[in-house]
């Protein structure tokens, strides 16, 4: 089992930028690829970014792709969102997810096993 808990959210304004982190607990982490989601207000939980387990393959969402970066630290525990040049749409609460399923980690929610709190980003114009 993994727990998960999200940190580095606040607010920013647009155009600027933000490191989430997502630290995880359990020897098993370095076999999970992680991804992250966002929720909006009023909106459905969407995919944002995925990693594999050793740290390649990352994919993106079209609307954060070229903005944002998807990283990890196995010896840490931790994976990492780097948010530049954001955007008001980009508000929301950010989760992050393990999925034991897959090797390069897919981008569909039901797919993820483990999720953290969520943190939230909100970005003013």
């Known amino acids: 089992q993994v727990q998960l808990v999200e940190s580095g959210g606040g607010s920013v304004q647009a155009g600027g930028s933000l490191r989430l982190s997502c630290a995880a607990s359990g020897r098993t982490f370095s076999s999970y690829a992680m991804g992250w989601f966002r929720q909006g207000p009023g909106k459905e939980r969407e995919f944002v970014a995925a990693?594999?387990?050793?740290?390649?393959?990352?994919s993106y969402a079209d609307s954060v792709k070229g903005r944002f970066t998807i990283s990890r630290d196995n010896a840490k525990n931790t994976v990492y969102l780097q948010m530049n040049r954001v955007k008001p749409e980009d508000t929301a609460v950010y989760y992050c997810?393990?999925?034991?399923?897959?090797?390069?980690?897919?981008?569909?929610?039901?797919?993820?096993?483990?999720w953290g709190q969520g943190t939230q980003v909100t970005v003013s114009s």
């Open positions: 997810a393990a999925d034991g399923g897959s090797s390069s980690g897919r981008s569909y929610a039901r797919a993820y096993a483990y």
């Open positions: 990693i594999s387990w050793s740290g390649g393959m990352p």
